[in-house]
């Protein structure tokens, strides 16, 4: 296992997880299954923010307290399925800035083209979390990652839900500087590069797109 990978195996996550890969559930259970699970997922990617103090008064006394200080965060999602993610992690810092990255993967090359691009400004004074619930090949990402670093991205974590072992070493091997966050690493891709066992079609799944 890479050094830069953090499977979080919280027993809420690995539960929700199941639903999430079922065949069974509809897309509403799944979107709102997703939303929890990034909820989760965002407590761990954000443990190192930095911490300043702020003055304040309790009802009881006045003191020194904990705040986030700085430019704080930007969530990336990679569109699409990366928007289910980015949902659950705005109910846990509302106030974080969102970017998009649109990269499609060719079906038949499976080569990642980029199609939109927005990023927040001063986006390397930013901890910056990439954001696609799939690392299949790698590919999306990497290209992601890529373009975050040439508009300025500099403080970059990767979090995602299912990542493949493939996915993972491609990755770590284009961007050993960025930390990935999973809730699973599973067996691997199938011949067409989804993961195995996998939840199939994370955009199909959250936007019901095929049924
Ligand atoms: N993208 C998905 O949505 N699912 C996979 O299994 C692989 C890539």
């Known amino acids: 296992m890479p050094p830069n990978l953090t499977i979080v195996d919280h027993p809420l996550i690995q539960h929700k997880l199941t639903i999430l890969r079922s065949k069974d559930t509809p897309t509403a259970k799944f979107r709102q299954v997703l939303r929890e699970v990034a909820f ?3 407590c761990e990617v954000t443990k190192d923010l930095a911490l300043g103090e702020v003055e304040i008064e309790t009802p009881m006394e006045r003191g020194m307290f904990p705040y986030l200080e700085g430019k704080k965060l930007c969530f ?10 980015v949902d659950g992690l ?6 974080a800035r969102v970017g998009h ?3 499609a ?3 038949e090359t499976l080569e990642a083209k980029q199609y939109y691009y927005k ?3 001063e986006l390397g004074a930013r901890q910056v979390i990439l954001v696609d619930p799939m690392l299949a090949t790698g590919n999306t990402a990497i290209a992601a990652a ?3 670093k040439e508009n300025g991205g500099k403080r970059i974590k990767f979090l ?15 961007h050993p500087d960025i930390a990935i966050i999973t809730a699973a690493l599973d067996r691997g891709l199938n011949e067409k590069s989804y993961i195995v066992p996998g939840l199939g079609d994370a955009g199909d799944r959250i936007y019901g797109t095929k049924d």
């Not at 995602?160 to 284009?174: I, K, T």
Request: aromatic fraction near 2%; hydrophobic fraction near 50%; include cysteine.
């Open 40 to 42: 989760v997922l965002g």
């Open 76 to 85: 990336v999602s990679i569109l699409r399925a990366g928007n289910g993610l």
């Open 90 to 95: 705005l109910d846990l810092v509302p106030s």
């Open 101 to 103: 990255i649109g990269i």
């Open 105 to 107: 993967r060719d079906h």
């Open 119 to 121: 990023t927040p400004d």
């Open 146 to 148: 890529d373009a975050l």
């Open 160 to 174: 995602c839900l299912v990542a493949a072992p493939e996915g993972v070493e491609a990755f770590s091997a284009a």
